[in-house]
């Protein structure tokens, strides 16, 4: 019975560790190069959700620009990039490993 309680507790911390990875290099320096001018931040989350903030205006199709960035960031090597959310710089909160504020669009892989 000890034999059998191992197993499945060696089991549950290999499948635990293995679902918490880290995003690749590939997706943090794109980040990293798509900051500037009309991206104020962006950021990976610990999730995998490439976070883009920007100075929001109204009556924008914030869902198409975060497709846009999504597609562009598969195409540099960031396949592991499993969302791309469009937030306003002005109400966010950077956090360690995530953002905090109202997300304005979004696009899923």
Known sequence: M???????????????YGCNTKPSQAAVRYAESISGIDVLKATITDTKVLIIAIDATGGQN???LARCYLNDAIK???????ECTVVDYSTSEFQKGAV???RLGRAFK
């Open 100 to 102: 905090v504020g109202k």
């Open 76 to 82: 540099h090597g960031a396949d592991d990039i499993k």
């Open 2 to 16: 000890k034999k059998y309680l191992f197993l499945v507790l060696l089991s549950l911390i290999l499948f635990a």
């Open 62 to 64: 914030y869902d198409a």
